[in-house]
């Protein structure tokens, strides 16, 4: 432990009394999504993890505060980290504990980019072991699900994952190698808002397409093949135009033949728009480069490597 960690735990148990527990975990980022629909009646996403975190600090300390509320205190703009660690200690019965959260996480919000999910996700989990608890992915997203939608970044490797109910959770295999160069072109979409508004009409339209989608992405999981997983993301990409219409996703598509991509995606209730490479053709970085020069008006451009999900503990 730092000079710097430990006089904040000194300060924080003068604050707050005794230091229970303490952990750190940090969860992945996602680059929308690799297919998202509706199967048999019910909402899925398949995830689409990236090299870009989010890292929760928890310390949980005795409350000795004259009041009923224990107090927590949490990086500003942080608000669902504080619902995620309320909602972890209530389901471990611990509810009368203070907190301290610290968050640091650089993905951007509201693109599609998963960072809320990542931030809920590293909260529950982190919560859990500073009590001595590791939770299993599946009580990961329930706790998560209880605070909002959620991707299913909890879960290892490529996962289908209902983000609504969580009904279904299916890990499909580990990424093929894949690199991911992101284009986001401005805009900003919240997702707890998006989910509100009923679109299954939108989705169940679609269905041949996100079905089809979600065939030729569970195969190229299970084949390690990048080109099938490229198809069936394109193949969603362009079916979920009839539900939230990415203006720039033509000229994504057309960006993504002339370098030799394998294909497109998206967030299908987000901004962001994936431009998907053979990691074995080592092109990322001058696709990265080549989609600086192409688009000049993205607001962000982003080089990504496609990972397999699962939070990780970090020392503290």
């Avoid at 000079?3 to 148990?13: I, K, L, P, R, V």
């Avoid at 569970?218 to 969603?236: I, K, N």
């Avoid at 995606?265 to 053979?278: F, K, Q």
Wanted: hydrophobic share 40%.
């Amino acid at each position: 432990m730092s000079t710097t960690d430990q006089n904040t735990n000194e300060t924080s148990a003068q604050d707050h009394g005794e230091l229970v527990g303490s952990a750190i975990v940090r969860a992945p980022g996602v680059c929308g999504e690799l297919v998202q629909g509706i199967r048999d009646g019910m909402y899925f996403l398949v995830t689409c993890p990236v090299d870009f975190f989010s890292r929760v600090r928890v310390d949980l300390y005795n409350n000795v505060s004259n009041s009923n509320t224990p107090e927590i205190e949490a990086t500003e703009g942080c608000s669902k980290a504080v619902e995620a660690l309320l909602a972890t200690l209530e389901y471990l019965d611990r509810s009368g504990l203070a907190a301290r959260i610290n968050v640091g996480n650089p993905i951007p919000r509201s693109k599609g980019m998963g960072s809320s999910s990542a931030d809920v996700a590293a909260t529950v989990a982190a919560t859990g072991l500073a009590l001595g608890v590791e939770f299993t992915p599946d009580v990961v997203a329930r706790i998560a699900l209880s605070v909002e939608p959620t991707d299913g970044v909890m879960f290892p490797g490529v996962a289908l994952f209902d983000h609504r109910e969580g009904r279904t959770a299916e890990t499909l295999g580990p990424p093929p190698p894949m690199e991911i160069v992101a284009l986001d072109f401005g805009g900003a979409v919240d997702t707890i808002e998006f989910n509100k508004v009923d679109r299954r009409s939108l989705w169940e339209s679609v269905h041949a397409e996100t079905s089809e989608a979600l065939e030729l992405v569970r195969s190229g999981v299970r084949l390690g093949d990048p080109a099938l997983v490229g198809q069936g993301s394109t193949t969603s990409a362009v079916a979920s135009q009839q539900v939230l219409p990415k203006p720039h996703l033509a000229a994504a598509q057309d960006f993504a033949k002339d370098v030799g991509a394998v294909g497109v995606n998206v967030g299908h209730s987000g901004t962001i728009i994936g431009v998907l490479l053979d990691a074995r053709q080592r092109r990322g970085k001058s696709t990265f480069r080549q989609a600086r020069e192409a688009f000049p008006d993205a607001e962000m451009v982003h080089h990504f490597r496609l990972m397999g999900g699962g939070l990780q503990s970090v020392p503290v």
